[in-house]
C-alpha cells in the first residue's frame, strides 16, 4: 500500500525547465516501480517514463527523450522528474504512478496514483 502526492507544477515559458517530484509513503514504498504519465481532456493518458526501484533501469517516451530525467531518491522516498527544454505540447495534467512490479508503459498496470499536477508551457 501506497500513497503518493505530486507537486511541483506549474507555468513555465517554452524552453524553460521544471522538477516535478512525487512523495512516496506506505510500507515499503521504496521498492515499488514509478513513473510518470500526463494526461489532458479527453484524450488518454500518455506514458512519459518508468524508473526501477533501484533506480538502476529508466525508460523514456520518445516525445520526451533527451529533455527529461526521472530519478529517485529513496532515502527520502521521493522520485522526480527533471524537465528541461519544455514545449508547449508537453501541457498536461501530470500523473505520479507506482507499482510492484515493473509495468511498463500501460497505465492500466499501475495499482497507485497520485492525483496530479499541472504543467502548462506557453509559447
Known amino acids: 500500500q501506497v500513497q503518493l502526492v505530486e507537486s511541483g507544477g506549474g507555468l513555465v515559458q517554452a524552453g524553460g525547465s521544471l522538477r516535478l517530484a512525487c512523495a512516496a509513503s506506505?510500507?515499503?514504498?521504496?521498492?515499488?516501480?514509478m513513473g510518470w504519465f500526463r494526461q489532458n481532456p479527453g484524450e488518454d493518458r500518455e506514458f512519459v517514463s518508468v524508473?526501477?526501484?533501484?533506480?538502476?533501469?529508466?525508460y523514456y517516451a520518445d516525445s520526451v527523450k533527451g529533455r527529461f530525467t526521472i530519478s529517485r531518491d529513496n532515502a527520502k522516498n521521493t522520485m522526480y522528474l527533471q524537465m528541461n527544454n519544455l514545449k508547449p505540447e508537453d501541457t498536461a495534467v501530470y500523473y505520479c504512478a507506482a507499482d510492484r512490479l515493473y509495468s511498463g508503459t500501460n497505465s492500466r498496470n499501475y495499482d497507485y496514483w497520485g492525483q496530479g499536477t499541472q504543467v502548462t508551457v506557453s509559447s
Open positions: 506506505g510500507r515499503a514504498s521504496s521498492s515499488y516501480v
Open positions: 524508473i526501477s526501484a533501484s533506480g538502476g533501469s529508466t
